[in-house]
């Protein structure tokens, strides 16, 4: 732990406030991680969209909430599209707060994926940390960061190995992983509840092969999520009968965990290199274990055979046999796996880490920027 209270400014995703699910789990990630910083005695100003709520209060914390339009994910948009900011973007108005209330910090740590907080790194004198929050969506994104990568290596981290190697990088990745409040979630022994899928409901989240392995066992698949797609959420709705899905919304998290521990195995069907999954740790956290495809994060998050199964992607059969067999999973495993890796305690600790890291290296910027 470092002996010294850090004065941190924390940017927000742009594509939503905080609570409204558009963010996915960088929203989560941000909340998790405040609460562990703080607790560690550091001093945090949030920068956040107007609508943002936190579920605690503290001295050490200060939100500012900005007005402004929502930024489009990259994750919807083609690999060779350029960098949008609409008009009234409030992802340039957050960045104008934050320049102008920087010198009175120690570091700016920015968690949207997005062009413009990567390029101010390049031309600010503030130290900006950016936790990338997923894989290579668009070439100019890939871009910029492996840019970033290679002038100042020790502001950016990732959750994944698995994610970050979809960077070029120079050396080797800072990997934090993620975490989640303790005491948020709780122990559910019960092994023989339903099947349930989590997630954004969008093509990358794959919720139709998890579908597919509820109809083959004749089984009822319990879905919580945002309905990001709603023409893709209606295409799986058609392609189905009633019974098999039971669609419980978009829950907060008390009631997303309570429901999702009564679950007997969550099914994680990614379709991109998913950066991390917190939806797959939530799960562990409940005692609940998780069958996913090796894609990404979960190849990181899953210890085959100790807290649940992993598939080949895009492998229904894999995912099938894995279900039958769940119950050799000792649900005990999960919870220990999550107290010991991803509790937002230990979160918490590695990016102070990485912190102290990235404010005592100079970048290996070669040159001046004109
Ligand atoms: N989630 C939630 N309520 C729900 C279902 C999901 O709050 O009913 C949250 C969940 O806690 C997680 C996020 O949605 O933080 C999904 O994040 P994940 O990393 O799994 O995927 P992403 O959306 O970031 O791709």
Known sequence: MLNKQLKLILVSTPIGYLGSGKGGGVELTIISLIKGLISLGHKITLIAPKGSTLPFKSELLEIRLIDGID???WQHQNKTDPVLIPSKSVLPKSWEVVIDIANESDAVINFSYDWLPLWLTKVQPIKIFHLISMGAESIIMKEIISEI????PYQLAFHTKSQSKDYSLKTDPIIVGNGFEMENYFFNKNENGPLGWAGRIAPEKGLEDAVKVAKDLDEKLLVWGLIEDKEYASKIE???????IDWRGFLPTNKFQEQLGQCRALINTPKWNEAYGNVIVEAMACGVPVIAYDLGGPGELIEDGFNGFLVKPNDIEGLIKATKSISEIKRKNCRDWFEKKATNKVFAERVE?????GLNKKSLQSCKIN
């Open 238 to 244: 058609k392609s189905f009968t009633k019974e098999t």
């Open 71 to 73: 930024q489009p994910s």
């Open 353 to 357: 880490k990485w912190l102290e890291k």
């Open 149 to 152: 990568g290679q002038l100042f």
